[in-house]
């Protein structure tokens, strides 16, 4: 309420001015005609200036902005698959029993161009996800998340999600697996309908976690070169993947 009455109050003073000098000139050189006229001239640019600042201007400096956010939240992304998106991948992916129909489509290189990652997104679409939870090592999933909360929870605090509702929903579903995983005392004596229940959280969050990776990767391609080397020898999909360079 002050902020709005201090910009009525800065309105009416400039109104007020703009009177004042008007009759100084008037008084000066008693010429209303000349006066009306670079009113009238004055008046008519105006609404060229709102289409200059309003349209244009304005509109170039919030691309301009919404570039800058958008970088920034690249670098949460980044930041997130760094620490726990790459490390649950591999897990996840291990224990996917069709994963071979998809696998060698997702050995990203050098060479994939736009049109590539376009079709290997469309493809995944109608993929069947899965996890044989038998298998899956709870407790060690379940060590490996709690020691990543903090680490969550401060992306989720990130204002700069607002602008990526995929990725707000990657982390959604991570921490919510995570809670599950952490609500139960032991994870190891687990009745099937339980099980069950956990492979449906994990399925959730393995199917947004590889889009976005896909994503993340073109990314890196188009934009750092230098960081995409490293992601293409740490592949989670490539079982011969290695951060040493041969």
Known sequence: ?????????????????????????????????????????????????????????????????????????????????SE???????????????????????????DWSDIEFFNVSKRLKNYDYGVEIQKVDLEHLRNFLLGKRDFLLRLLENPNLLEHESFTGILWAVFHLTEELAHRKDVRQLPNTDRGHLAGDIKRAYVLLVHQWLDYMKHLKDNYPYLFSLAMRTNPFDQNASPVVK
């Open 84 to 110: 726990v998106g790459t490390m649950l991948l591999t897990y996840f992916s291990d224990f996917d029993p069709k994963l071979d129909k998809i696998r060698k489509g997702l050995i990203v290189t050098d």
């Open 1 to 81: 309420m002050k902020r709005f009455s201090w910009q009525i109050f800065l309105g009416l003073s400039l109104i007020v001015l703009t009177i004042i000098f008007y009759l100084i000139h008037y008084i000066i050189f008693r010429d209303p005609h000349h006066i009306f006229i670079y009113f009238l001239g004055d008046f008519a640019f105006v609404f060229i200036e709102v289409l200059l600042v309003t349209m244009i201007i304005h509109r170039l400096l919030s691309e301009r902005e919404k570039r800058a956010r958008l970088e920034k939240l690249n670098m949460v992304i980044g930041a997130f698959f």
